[in-house]
């Protein structure tokens, strides 16, 4: 709900246009939301998601912060990513006329070869192969520009990528360890035999999952707030995520951040 308010308000040039992966990253969370009312069901369904979302707002910051050598990468892939997929094949192509429709689309593609920007797409990355991505910077590098910034909580980058990136790899890539890591059978902390706490361990695992991205929503705020006036709106962002972090704390059995500051 926040970020639908936020986008609107940014004003910087830069980071609008990486805002596209903000919007991508709210629908996501909507999709994470409606499977965490299903826990017992989609716990590694939204394990994947939460990959997708944490790697999307990862690369958010760091697009609007790298050099303009990686911007420009990052503007230029879908041109690059265009070219290639002019040719493919359609699922609805009529076989018969397969190798006709795939001259015709050839010749568009010389045609878009012509533009100077495309030209551009493909000197960066490949006219021959189609699978380039559009940076070669690991994800713990992209991080690490971030926390080599200086203006954001780079640990909460840190701790969803330990959290979920691997784990939620090995589910969407199908491994034995993958569809079943959400049962806690490779847990040594975990008791399985103990009543209620399976059903204590989905409901701990969906709560967490929710609290770790909003964190990093708040972080793009911050990153947003340099360049755009949202103060209002981050404000309560902010109210908003020290609440989270004491529900975090509590769920995790840990003392929250007002026992913290008590002390």
């Known amino acids: 709900m926040l970020l639908k308010e936020v986008i609107p308000k940014i004003k910087d040039d830069r980071t609008a246009k990486a805002a596209t992966l903000l ?46 050598t ?4 990052f503007i230029l892939h879908p041109v ?12 609805e192509d009529d076989t018969e006329l397969m190798i006709e429709k795939y001259e015709e689309r050839k010749e568009k593609q010389k045609e878009l070869k012509k533009i100077a920007v495309v030209q551009e797409a493909l000197a960066m990355f ?47 890539h199908g ?20 009543e209620g706490e399976f059903d204590k361990k989905m409901f701990k695992d969906s709560a967490c999952v929710m609290l770790h991205l909003g964190m990093l929503i708040h972080e793009s705020f911050t990153l947003i707030s340099y360049t755009s006036d949202i103060k209002k709106i981050w404000r309560y962002s902010y109210d908003n995520r020290t609440q989270a972090l004491n529900l975090l704390f509590h769920i995790l059995e ?4 007002s026992d913290k500051f008590d002390k």
């Open 126 to 172: 490949s006219e021959t192969k189609s699978y380039k991505p559009w940076t070669n910077t690991k994800l713990h590098e992209r991080i690490e520009a971030i926390e080599k910034w200086g203006k954001l909580m780079d640990f909460f980058f840190t701790i969803n990528k330990i959290q979920y990136y691997s784990d939620a790899s090995e589910a969407l």
């Open 23 to 68: 919007i991508s990253c709210g629908q996501t969370g909507a999709a994470v939301l409606q499977l965490a009312n299903q826990t017992d069901t989609f716990t590694s369904q939204a394990a994947m998601l939460a990959r997708a979302f944490m790697e999307t707002i990862t690369n958010f910051c760091y697009v609007c912060i790298c050099d303009e």
């Open 70 to 73: 990686e911007y420009r990468r």
């Open 80 to 91: 690059y990513k265009h070219y290639h997929n002019i040719v493919f094949p359609k699922i």
């Open 254 to 257: 840990k003392k929250t951040i």
């Open 175 to 194: 491994s034995l360890y993958g569809c079943t890591y959400n049962l806690g059978l490779f847990d040594h902390d975990f008791d399985r035999n103990k």
